[in-house]
T-cell receptor, first 109, second 112 residues
């Protein structure tokens, strides 16, 4: 069965410091990975997906099939990056997503 | 556009009571989903509907029923609520089975 692991419940960094939110997955087929974000008092929304290979709000994520990882990175954290981040995996047919447990990112001044 | 709306925002039920959570989207999306989120866990798919008139089970369907009333609406029913169903419930929709999922604001349900 597929699984998504986010090992850190909370990640606290200072403003301007690099950020890396870890995500590892377990799936025997060809995965499709996403990062979703939930800012305070806002809805869960898509941040980026590995297929598009784009940078959103300065964040990037590279799919590493050898390490089965899809870590989210940003070189310089901003206060507005503070939020809950979820890694998600889409497998097989349909649009069913398996979510990780989430990492709360706190950017301190 | 309101996007995905859910009612109610909060609900408290007694064990054994029934209720229906409502979800509607105004984006003309074909696919709709119901998730639950429990403390310390990720969102888990309860049921989804790939198109009007079709529904399918997700990871945790036991204790729930769904109805895809029309293209806009997808309801989730608890026939006999149990404390284990205390959770935050999220509805989502997407254009098709490969599209970005758009989420509602959630319904916080407590079963005592």
């Amino acid at each position: 069965a597929q699984r998504v692991t986010q090992p850190e419940k909370l990640l606290s960094v200072f403003k301007g410091a690099p950020v890396e939110l870890k995500c590892n997955y377990s799936y025997s087929g060809s995965p499709e990975l996403f990062w979703y974000v939930q800012y305070s008092r806002q809805r869960l929304q898509l941040l980026l997906r590995h297929i598009s290979r784009e940078s959103i709000k300065g964040f990037t994520a590279d799919l590493n099939k050898g390490e089965t990882s899809f870590h989210l990175k940003k070189p310089f954290a901003q206060e507005e990056d503070s939020a809950m981040y979820y890694c998600a995996l889409r497998t097989g047919g349909g649009n069913k997503l398996t979510f990780g447990t989430g990492t709360q990112l706190k950017v301190e001044l | 556009n309101a996007g995905v709306t859910q009612t109610p925002k909060f609900q408290v039920l007694k064990t054994g009571q029934s209720m229906t959570l409502q979800c509607a989207q105004d984006m003309n999306h074909n696919s709709m989903y119901w998730y639950r989120q429990d403390p310390g866990m990720g969102l888990r798919l309860i049921y989804y509907s790939a198109s009007e008139g079709t529904t399918d089970k997700g990871e945790v369907p036991n204790g729930y029923n769904v109805s895809r009333l029309n293209k806009r609406e997808f309801s989730l029913r608890l026939e006999s609520a149990a404390p284990s169903q205390t959770s935050v419930y999220f509805c989502a929709s997407s254009v098709g089975d490969m599209g970005e999922q758009y989420f509602g604001p959630g319904t916080r349900l407590t079963v005592t």
